[in-house]
């Protein structure tokens, strides 16, 4: 139990288009999901907590115009990385939880951005 | 949330025990100890969680000392497959739920 899918797996653009990358819940209700990122040999970096049918909390440095994130269901959270430059080209990791257990996280997406 | 102090690296031989140490000596009497690994190029992969009570699952052990100041993850038969960075992580189940990810212990298993 508590799968989470992360889709796509990697993409790459061009620089200055958006790109959008879903997280799904498989088989339980998210009632929160987070967003992290992740540099290379660097640890994980948490982006924004967004729960289900509100807007998302930004931590500190997160530009909330430029990572669009939607929760609009308890499976599924939407990042959307606007206007993409090659300094956004990272690890993006999502997770999710429901209410008091553990957070069980996704697989990952590559993103490069030429 | 208190913060962890983890050694950066530890090698381990294939099918004997992995011992993880986790200092967390500011630890607060409502926070749990969570235990989260990463794979490379994978996302963190839940193992295990406690809070003063060792702690047992298919996974692996959690060793919690009496006063909670550290901890102790147990590989009870490590194989290469668990070669991997491993994070020892405090916080409060309900309160912020954040997960804040220290650099961890980048464990190697040789055969």
């Known amino acids: 139990g508590a799968v989470v899918s992360q889709h796509p797996s990697w993409v790459i653009c061009k620089s200055g288009t958006s790109v959008k990358i879903e997280c799904r819940s498989l088989?339980?209700?998210?009632?929160?999901m987070f967003w992290y990122r992740q540099f290379p040999k660097q640890s994980l970096m948490l982006m924004a907590t967004s729960n289900e049918g509100s807007k998302a909390t930004y931590e500190q440095g997160v530009e909330k115009d430029k990572f669009l994130i939607n929760h609009a269901s308890l499976t599924l959270s939407t990042l959307t990385v606007t206007s993409a430059h090659p300094e956004d080209s990272s690890f993006y990791i999502c997770?999710?939880?429901?209410?008091?257990?553990?957070?069980?996280f996704g697989d990952g997406t590559r993103l490069s951005i030429l | 949330d208190a913060k962890t102090t983890q050694p950066p690296s530890m090698d381990c031989a294939e099918g004997r025990a992995a011992n993880l140490p986790c200092n967390h000596s500011?630890?607060?009497?409502?926070?749990?100890v969570y235990w989260y690994r990463q794979i490379h190029s994978q996302g963190p992969q839940y193992i295990i969680h406690?809070?003063?009570n060792n702690e047992t699952n298919e996974m692996a052990s959690l060793i919690i000392t009496e006063d909670r100041k550290s901890s102790t993850l147990i590989l009870p038969h490590a194989t290469l497959r668990d070669t991997a960075v491993y994070y020892c992580i405090v916080r409060v189940p309900y309160n912020t739920d954040k997960l804040i990810f220290g650099t961890g212990t980048r464990l190697q298993v040789f055969p």
């Open positions: 088989d339980f209700q998210a009632t929160t």
């Open positions: 406690g809070l003063k």
């Open positions: 500011t630890i607060s009497g409502n926070e749990y």
């Open positions: 997770s999710a939880r429901d209410r008091g257990k553990p957070q069980h």
